[in-house]
């Protein structure tokens, strides 16, 4: 067994952070939402693929979220700020390479461009039927349709919240808990632009 091999993540795959794009933005759709900007993607995106950060452990949704195969107690969870930053940088790339693949469209509506799948985009993605696609894409419907009501300073606020594990009234916060770092806050938890308002 070779131990030099770095560990390869999912996430650092350009064509599988571009298929849970695709299945984000098929959940817009299927929500009649005319796209989302960047700022919401990126939200969306990675809320989507850590559910257990917005949905509470004893809730009907996440018996659901159990079921399609989520764990609240996955330690990742321990680590989400800072992965939300690393993630959301990644995103305006990632949603370029789906428009020159003709997947996605940006159209600009009160001053905001947003980005929506097109046809071709539901087509590709309707051929995703991996078990884990299932799962991100149950996690997705259950995410945006809790959050696309939210002001975009109010998504903020409460992404600030949920990303902060020592905030004791959060999902990730009795994980937090249970991992022995209830009282310890995270160092870069949210990035500046998310305390903005």
């Known amino acids: 067994m070779e131990t030099d091999r770095p560990v390869a993540m999912p996430e650092d795959e350009v064509q599988f ?12 759709a299927g929500q009649d939402l005319p796209g989302a900007t960047l700022e919401r993607m990126g939200y969306y995106d990675f809320l989507s693929a850590n559910p257990f950060l917005v949905v509470n452990a004893e809730s009907r949704d996440a018996s659901l ?3 399609a195969g989520f764990d609240p107690r996955t330690l990742s969870y321990a680590s989400s ?3 939300f930053t690393s993630r959301r940088e990644r995103i305006q790339h990632d949603l370029s390479l789906l428009v020159a693949y003709g997947c996605c469209h940006v159209t600009a509506e009160e001053g905001n461009l947003l ?4 046809s071709h985009g539901r087509h590709v ?44 009234h959060n999902p990730g916060a009795a994980l937090a808990h249970l991992l022995g770092a209830a009282n310890r806050p995270l160092s870069s938890v949210a990035p500046l632009w998310m305390e903005a308002e």
Request: net charge positive; no cysteine.
């Open 17 to 28: 952070r571009l298929a849970q794009l695709l299945l984000l933005l098929d959940a817009l």
């Open 115 to 118: 980005y929506a799948i097109t």
């Open 65 to 67: 979220l159990r079921l």
């Open 125 to 168: 993605s309707s051929q995703l039927t991996t078990a884990y696609a299932a799962s991100f894409s149950t996690a997705a419907n259950m995410i945006v349709g809790k959050l696309k009501r939210l002001s975009d300073a109010k998504l903020r606020r409460e992404s600030a919240t949920w990303l902060r594990l020592d905030g004791g």
């Open 81 to 83: 700020g800072q992965r």
